[in-house]
C-alpha cells in the first residue's frame, strides 16, 4: 500500500519515496495503516490524522464507482499479455459487482516519465558522491553509470526538469478526473531476472510506468496480486484512488481479494 503521500509521515519529504506497509492481506495493509498514521510535524507534507481504523471498514461493495481501465500510459514498455488480460479481468470482476467500468485512453503523447528518470539521476549522483571510495566500489556498474549521467545536469536544467513533471501531474490529473479509482498493471511486465537492475538495463527504473506518476500525484495506490502466470509467479494489478482517499483504495483492493479466486501457496 502507498498511501497519500504524507498519511504515514516520513524523513526527509519526499515525492520520490512513500512510506506504506507491505503485507500477505489487503485487511493485514488496512492495520498497519491504521497503525502507522499520525501526524509528525518534521514531515513538511505529514497530514492530519483522519482517526479512520480503516481494518474495521473494509466491507464496503463497488456499486455505482467509475472506474477506469489504464492499460497504457502512452510510453513505456509494452505491456505484456498475460498483464494485460489480468488487469482486465480485474476490471471485469469490478464490473460484475456493480462498478462502472470504462477504459481509459492513454493520458500523454510523450514520454512523461523521461523527466522523472533525470531527477532521479540527480538523486543517485549525490548519493553516488556522499559515498566512501570503498562503498562506491559496491555500487553495481549499471547503477553508477546511470547516476554518472547526471553530471551534465545543471542547475537550471533540473529546474526545467521539476517543472516539466509539474506539467505531467496536471495533465494526468486532468484525463482521469472523471473516475474514482483506477485499475492499472503494477509492473508492464510479469517479472525481470532478480539479478537484472529493471527491465531495461540502460534506465534501471523505467518498469516505474504505471506507478512513478502516482508517486507525483501524491495518490493512493495500492498493488495486489490477482492472477499469475504458467510458472506461477504473482502479477499485479494496481488501485489507484483520489487524493486522500486511502479507504476506498483499501475497500476496492479488497474486493478484488474476494474476487480474483484462489492463488498458488505461498512462496511462488
Not at 16 to 43: I, N
Not at 65 to 78: E, I
Not at 165 to 174: D, N, R, T, W, Y
Not at 190 to 208: I, K, M, N, R, S
Request: overall charge negative; charged content about 20%; proline content about 7%.
Amino acid at each position: 500500500l502507498k498511501p497519500t503521500q504524507g498519511r504515514i509521515p516520513h524523513l526527509v519529504p519526499s515525492t520520490t519515496r512513500s512510506a506504506g506497509p507491505m503485507a500477505r492481506s489487503v485487511a493485514d495493509a488496512a492495520f498497519y495503516l491504521t497503525t502507522l498514521a499520525g501526524f509528525d510535524a518534521r514531515d513538511s507534507g505529514a497530514l492530519a490524522p483522519e482517526g479512520i481504523a480503516y481494518h474495521e471498514r473494509l466491507d464496503a461493495d463497488v456499486k455505482g464507482r467509475r472506474v477506469g481501465l489504464l492499460l497504457s500510459m502512452g510510453y513505456g514498455a509494452p505491456v505484456e499479455p498475460v498483464v494485460q488480460e489480468t488487469v482486465r479481468a480485474a476490471a471485469r470482476a469490478l464490473a460484475d459487482a456493480g462498478a462502472i467500468v470504462e477504459e481509459v485512453a492513454p493520458p500523454f503523447a510523450y514520454d512523461a516519465y523521461a523527466a522523472i528518470d533525470l531527477t532521479l539521476q540527480v538523486r543517485g549522483l549525490a548519493e553516488y558522491r556522499s559515498f566512501t571510495k570503498e562503498q562506491q566500489a559496491k555500487v553495481l556498474p549499471q547503477v553508477r553509470d546511470w547516476s554518472l549521467k547526471a553530471e551534465g545536469i545543471d542547475g537550471a536544467s533540473y529546474f526545467d526538469l521539476l517543472t516539466r513533471i509539474e506539467a505531467s501531474k496536471l495533465e494526468l490529473l486532468a484525463a482521469i478526473d472523471r473516475y474514482d479509482f483506477l485499475v492499472t498493471p503494477t509492473l508492464p511486465c510479469v517479472a525481470f531476472p532478480a539479478e537484472q537492475v529493471g527491465l531495461d538495463v540502460a534506465t534501471p527504473l523505467a518498469h516505474a510506468t504505471f506507478t512513478a506518476l502516482f508517486n507525483q500525484t501524491g495518490q493512493p495506490a495500492l498493488s495486489l496480486p490477482f492472477g499469475h502466470d504458467g510458472q506461477n509467479r504473482p502479477i499485479g494489478v494496481q488501485v489507484v484512488g483520489r487524493r486522500l482517499d486511502d479507504l476506498g483504495v483499501l475497500q476496492v483492493g479488497a474486493v478484488l481479494e474476494k474476487l480474483r479466486g484462489p492463488m498458488p501457496a505461498w512462496p511462488f
